[in-house]
Each structure stands twice: as C-alpha cells, then as structure tokens.
C-alpha cells in the first residue's frame, strides 16, 4: 500500500521532472522549425547538440538555482544583508554562468568530449577497492584528498602569470552572491573539473554519487560567496566559511594573499596561508578594471597576458599574480 502512494506521489511530479520537459520541449521546438527548414534538417540538429539533454540541462540549471536563492535570500533577509546587489547586472551575468556550467551547454558541447578522451588514460587511477566503502566514507575521503589538491592548485594560480590572468575572472567582481561561485572562465572550469574527476577516480566514488557531492559543493560554494557574515565558531580553522573565503576576495594584501582552501580551511593553517579577520569591506583587485560583458570576461585573460607582453619591464598597466604568502591578521 505505502509503495502504492509512493509510486502516485512521484507520477505527480512527472511533469515537471527535467527529463521530460526537456523531451517534450525539444519535440515541440522540432515540429516548430520542421515548419520552416528542410524535411530532417531540425530533427538531425536536435540530435546533433543533443538537444533534449541540453533543455533538461537548463532546467536544472533553473532547480538549483532557484533553490540556493530561496536559501541564501531567506537567510540573507534575516541577517539584514544588503540585497540589493540581486537587481544588478552582475547577478543576472553569474546566473548566466551557471546555466552555461550547469544547465548542459558546458558539459555536452566542450566537458563531455574531453572526459571522453582522457577516460581511458585516468583508468589507471581507479582502485576499486574503495568503491564499496558507504558514501559517507566517499565523501570524507573526497574532501580531504580533492580539497588538498585544489588547495595547491589555487596558490598556484595566484603565483604563475598565465594561471592567474585566468582565474582573475573570478577575482575581479566587486559584489558577491551565492552565484558568484560559478564565474569562472572556461579554461579555468576545465582545470577544475580535473581537480574533482581525478580524485574520485582515485577513490572510486560510484557515478551515482557525484550528484549528490556536486550538489552539496553548491550549497558549500554558495554560503562562501554569500553576504553572510559566518565564520563557523572554532571551526573557523577547519571549514571554509563565508568570512574566510570573503577575505580571500578582499583588496587587502594582508587577505588575498591566502585562504585557500576550498572545503577546508585546515589546510591554511597547516600550511602558513590562513588570515584571520574581519569580513571586508571591499572585495575585487586593484587596478585590474571589470569587464563588464560577458565576451569581455571571456578575452580579458588574452588581454592581461598580451599587454603584459607588451610593456616595459619598468611598469605594467595590470596588477602581477598575487604571490601565495600571507600571515594571519588579528
């Protein structure tokens, strides 16, 4: 009988699960465009961008989206946050970059054939022998192991030049909200991903549990890039909180010249980078002026490099890679 009410329960969400907007949507858009192309010429686009996937990809792009924001709004509202940052441009250009990472656009046209090629070249990475550990174990091991990589990964990137003149998409933005986390440029999203894959191939973390380990990195990544003013108590030295990772952004050499870590904040302080103190009150670089189109986020990298190049020694129009040192702040 239970099994009964559930199985009814979950035919009612049928109709709005991203899989089947997704199919029923791309069908609808086929028969609309086979009014106006050639005979076979909009059903062979739609299955040569995998258009359903890409619909149900946006769509849940919509989902977690719409979901971190009632988080991070409610809670925001109740802090008495400055929320009106939600009306700017800049928000409305993160949400863009969500839905490109997020929503199919990423993943299908550019991730998918990489993961493709280097699938058979990583598969001396996995030891299976931990794939039949509980999630639980999966998960701790992940964020010990993933975050240790992408700690070193994220000092290198504000020490090598051509690193750092990507990443600086990201570090630019003078306003912050939970989506704040998905600006990245593309290169940069691609080193990314290989610092996820890697580890839990490692690991050997079941396929079908990476959902729900991406899934709690966003809502991680998201109360980081919050304007919520939580530093975690004492486990300020463990977990990465939104006031350690806002410092991280700050304009204060004496802050973004540490806070690593992603996960873990353990690492920071192991490790001599970890800076303790107020949340700022500016965030973005120095100098470095925002782009202010998307196409202008995508070339800035080239920009900063090329000019760079360009210039004497004895100046440069663009601040240098911010050296991987720091000492804590009281």
């Known amino acids: 009988m239970l099994l009964l009410q559930a199985e009814s329960t979950a035919r009612l969400f049928d109709p709005i699960r991203p899989s089947h907007l997704g199919f029923e949507l791309s069908e609808g858009l086929v028969r609309l465009l086979g009014h106006v192309l050639p005979a076979g010429t909009a059903s062979g686009f739609a299955d040569a961008v995998r258009l359903p996937e890409l619909i149900a990809g946006v769509i849940k792009a919509g989902y977690l989206v719409s979901l971190l924001f009632a988080i991070f709004f409610l809670l ?33 046209l550019i991730w998918a054939g990489i993961a493709n090629a280097l699938e058979p070249r990583l598969a ?91 899934i709690g990195l966003q809502i991680f990544d998201g109360a980081q ?27 204060d050499p004496r802050h973004y010249n540490g806070n690593y870590g992603k996960i ?3 690492w920071d302080f192991l490790f001599g980078t970890g800076v303790v103190a107020e949340r700022p009150a500016r965030i973005g670089v120095e100098g470095l002026p925002v782009p202010r189109s998307l196409w ?5 990298p080239l920009r900063i ?26």
């Open 264 to 266: 873990l904040s353990l």
């Open 225 to 251: 890039h919050s304007a919520l003013d939580w530093t975690y108590g004492r486990a300020y030295y463990v977990l990465v909180s939104p006031r350690f990772h806002a410092l991280h952004h700050s304009t």
């Open 124 to 214: 001396f990475l996995q030891i299976n022998a931990l794939a039949g550990l509980p999630v639980v174990a999966h998960v701790a091991l992940y964020w010990l192991l993933g975050d240790f990589i992408h700690y070193w990964v994220h000092r290198l990137e504000h020490k090598w030049e051509p690193l750092w003149a990507i990443h600086s998409v990201h570090h630019v933005q003078e306003e912050m909200t939970f989506v704040s986390t998905f600006r990245m440029h593309p290169l940069e999203q691609l080193l990314n991903n290989l610092v996820m894959v890697v580890p839990l191939l490692i690991i050997g973390v079941p396929t079908q549990s990476w959902f729900l380990l991406v």
């Open 76 to 108: 925001e509202h109740l802090a008495r946050s400055d929320q009106s940052r939600y009306r700017s441009k800049v928000f409305r250009q993160d949400v863009a970059y969500a839905v490109f990472y997020h929503g199919g656009f990423y993943t299908i």
């Open 296 to 300: 202008a986020q995508l070339i800035s």
């Open 305 to 330: 490099l090329f000019r760079r190049g360009a210039e004497p020694a004895s100046g440069a129009a663009e601040p240098p890679p911010r050296a991987a040192t720091a000492r804590t702040v009281a």
